[in-house]
């Protein structure tokens, strides 16, 4: 495949046939009126191609307001291919080609882009993630299994010596991962080199007692060379783990950072809903994780089963499993899917049982530091709640045995969706 | 002011109370289990406060796919503020504040970001625009009168030399201001490099003879160091501005940009219509254009009277507007509006009019290469239907006297909504 494609579920006042013409020249070489410069040869060169068109239902009223109004809304799934020539190995690029001034066109009234096709000289001329899951596996020392791991909370507020005093706690209680809460960069209550600083004084010396390194997910997200400061500073202190918010710091930001870093990336995704919650707008995530894992995400966030958001199961479930696909045939570019929001024991099996396996990271914040009997606990009830689901035993029935994992169970009710 | 004020349209299945308790302690310091460690000395230093309340009305159906049900749909409007000690004037920090892991909430059901209250101390701490109006009119040499500009086009798929050929033309044609089009960046089919070459070529050449340099705004999008690379090749060649796609390089990108040029940066706003086209859940221009000259765009697209897209002309008015309106008592940071997208001889006056003034740019791509007498008659139809407003005459009438404007009119269909 040497051109890009994109596929995007419309809706349409003039026809899902003449919309998709529309999207097509808006996006390559056409304008409002044809000009004598767009010669044959040109569009050969350039010229945005529709390659498939599938009606799939029509609606009496538009999804979203529209300009042009109609008797009745064509509903279709159109695929459009580019050649590679128009851009390039250039995300930003791309990113404006195929989710660019699309979606405010008159002759669409819904558009999601729900499906990328990525040739194999994108993939190629793309670093993709560093680490990946095994890369992770090993900076964490955990061969197997899924990754326990926490974010830091109160989100926002603790200055750094209180975080570092935090992590000493969940060190001791042999947590495998740590995060900043997005919502702490670098504000004045609690410095982003004093954190560091603090923090991996803390780890350092517990990986001299425990002989492993808890991983720190540090949120470096700021301008673009602060982060990159940032990392330098990450480096010299031997942590392991650089923390961004994608939709602050864009595509380009976060190559940045991939080209930069000699630690894995944490990819956060905050903001997600913006640009997918709406049916009729938007792009589907398993779009976007692709163009994150070419840009060089190596662990990116996936919401949670039975999360405190609105994302159903299946659609976290899919999320999770796009980011272990392969991306082309010529890289696969895997990355680590992170669950997170509202994770405690219960939903640690469900996610082996739906994902088909266990490399995961699975992060809990107050399913860990709500435990009764301490964080140390919540660390083992998730443990203990992987166990239960490897030797193929229901948790309440493994909880008989294993008292932090029946403390879980007990505080935290399920509200996990079992089948 | 020293707290950073959003105010956000809200519909929640319990209550717009308790939704915007939940989306402060969200954005704050809360999680979904009230910590120990959430004292109230930390409260205090870092929660986020809720401000105003307001019920607007009430719906019996969710505007967005909702986890949570309800027999009632509570709507309102609600202002939630921020110490600025959470982030400092780190835009990419407050960006995961104001839009982060707010739009997912199960608690709503519709939320727009609509406001932001631009405390001193982070109009102070930002940038800001480095050229804005006055600037742009010195480099352009248009001291008075709607700046007149155009889009090379077809979009993409001309050479480097095809390029600088056309723009040889259009500076014959006496333009003020010409850009590359968003989807033309750097692939491999019109290098960036010759691009520029190429083009400025031409353009010192014309300068010289003219006494005025053509603006033109170079599309320099692309991963962070090949765009500093890109400015710095600009300035070398004598260029006077940088064009970035907004969207594809994020808030840090273009902070990055805005510190390293000594070129004002055109922003392309493309995608917009994923951030703002749904009633349900987005965020207005209003707000995201305060971010973007924070950040140090000087010229910022609005869309244009009677566009091609969907935008309705209050919505582009109000734009225009707003990126004219000062950021904060300390520091104004006013921008250039850009008009844009299927823009004619019939849009300029009520362009005027509209916004009260003629400070902006007006580009026009069809609307002056399409014109029956080539692109120079296209131009002076423009700057005739400028003098038309100002001299207070109809448009129609001012036709009477001069043929390229009359040729215009009768050309372009006139799609404006006139009162």
């Not at 009745?72 to 930003?92: H, K």
């Not at 630690?263 to 792009?283: D, E, Q």
């Amino acid at each position: 495949m040497t051109r890009l494609k994109a596929t995007y579920e419309i809706e349409s006042p003039v026809g899902v046939q003449r919309a998709a013409e529309v999207m097509a020249g808006e996006q390559s070489t056409g304008t409002f009126m044809r000009l004598a410069s767009e010669t044959d040869a040109l569009r050969g060169r350039s010229a945005a191609r529709l390659d498939h068109i599938e009606i799939t239902g029509t609606s009496s009223h538009p999804a979203l307001p529209c300009r042009l109004s109609a008797e009745n809304y064509e509903q279709g799934r159109v695929t459009i291919s580019w050649p590679m020539e128009n851009f390039g190995p250039s995300l930003p690029n791309i990113l404006a080609t195929v989710a660019g001034n699309l979606f405010e066109l008159a002759e669409l009234s819904a558009i999601r882009l729900v499906d990328l096709g990525i040739p194999n000289a994108l993939a190629t001329g793309c670093p993709g993630p560093q680490f990946g899951i095994a890369g992770t596996r090993q900076l964490m020392g955990v061969p197997s299994g899924p990754m326990i791991g926490t974010i830091v909370k109160p989100s926002v507020g603790l200055s750094a010596k209180q975080t570092a005093e935090l992590v000493s706690d969940l060190a001791k209680a042999d947590i495998d991962f740590i995060k900043d809460d997005e919502l702490q960069g670098n504000g004045p209550a609690c410095p982003f080199a004093d954190r560091a600083k603090l923090v991996m004084q803390v780890l350092n010396s517990a990986a001299q007692k425990s002989g492993r390194k808890v991983m720190y997910a540090f949120n470096i997200t700021d301008e673009i060379d602060a982060m990159r400061r940032n990392i330098d500073l990450l480096e010299s202190l031997g942590a392991t783990c650089a923390m961004i918010s994608l939709n602050s710091i864009g595509m380009a930001g976060l190559r940045a950072m991939r080209d930069h870093s000699p630690l894995p990336i944490h990819a956060h995704r905050n903001g997600w809903g913006l640009m997918s919650r709406s049916p009729h707008i938007g792009v589907a995530y398993s779009v976007m994780q692709k163009l994150w894992r070419l840009a060089g995400s190596d662990h990116l966030h996936v919401n949670g089963l039975a999360n405190k958001f609105t994302e159903d199961d299946d659609v976290v479930t899919n999320s999770a499993r796009a980011v272990q696909a392969p991306l082309s045939e010529a890289r696969p570019h895997v990355a680590l899917p992170v669950f997170s929001s509202g994770q405690t024991a219960w939903q640690v099996g469900p996610s082996m049982e739906l994902l088909g396996n266990d490399d995961f990271l699975f992060c809990a914040g107050g399913g860990i530091m709500s435990h009764p009997d301490g964080p140390a606990a919540g660390i083992t009830s998730l443990r203990q709640a992987a166990a239960a689901q490897k030797a193929g035993e229901r948790v309440e029935d493994y909880a008989k045995d294993h008292p932090e994992l029946a403390a879980a169970l007990a505080t935290f009710k399920s509200t996990v969706n079992r089948n």
